[in-house]
């Protein structure tokens, strides 16, 4: 009996695949079956295998499916790229459930977010949402944590962390109307 292994080549090739065919759905189901079957490896966790899946679900257009996925990915409890409660506020916030997506923003909240790149998913999704002065919250939020972090500050991860919510700041700035600040005038600096 052949067991699938997980590994992120297989699921970087589902998705260089889905990308270049638009089938999301066929990638979906693959990488959700490969998730609850596959044996996890070192290289590739289950929950970021469900994590993965269910970001190809979004893209499919089936949220209650990405939702599934997510969930699942929160209950595995491994290591993930992002924390999945993000994807999951998305996939509800599509299925009209917006009571449980604000809840889970406001948990991620509560927690006093420590990742930039958590930030950064929230405070973009929030500006999908049409909610400026929170995305802006999350997004100074973001560039706080980054500059916060000394030991990791100079790795070029977390200054393109940095650059990425510094330019996502500025813009939901400029949307409100709101003027040039010490923070925005970090982009100058290069």
């Known amino acids: ?8 080549e297989q699921f970087d090739s589902i998705e260089f695949d889905a990308a270049c065919s638009g089938d999301h759905r066929a990638a979906a189901r693959m990488m ?14 289950r929950a970021e ?8 679900w979004l893209l499919a257009d089936d949220p209650a499916e990405a939702a599934n996925g997510f969930r699942q990915a929160i209950a595995d409890g491994g290591p993930v790229l992002f924390n999945p409660r993000v994807p999951l506020a998305r996939a509800l916030f599509q299925l ?13 909240k509560a927690e006093v977010p420590a990742d930039p790149r958590t930030c950064d998913l929230v405070a973009e999704l929030l500006v999908e949402r049409s909610d400026l002065p929170a995305a802006l919250d999350w997004a100074t939020t973001g560039v706080e944590v980054c500059l916060a972090g000394p030991a990791e500050r100079g790795s070029d991860g977390q200054d393109s962390e ?29």
């Open 1 to 8: 009996m052949n067991v699938a292994v997980l590994s992120r």
């Open 32 to 45: 959700s079956q490969l998730a609850a079957t596959g044996t996890e490896t070192a290289g590739m966790p």
């Open 49 to 56: 295998a469900f994590l993965r899946a269910g970001e190809q």
């Open 96 to 108: 009209g459930r917006q009571a449980e997506a604000h809840e889970l923003i406001s948990q991620l």
């Open 162 to 190: 940095l650059r990425l919510l510094l330019r996502l700041r500025y813009r939901i700035r400029n949307d409100l109307g709101l003027p040039e600040d010490s923070y925005d005038k970090l982009l100058d600096e290069d």
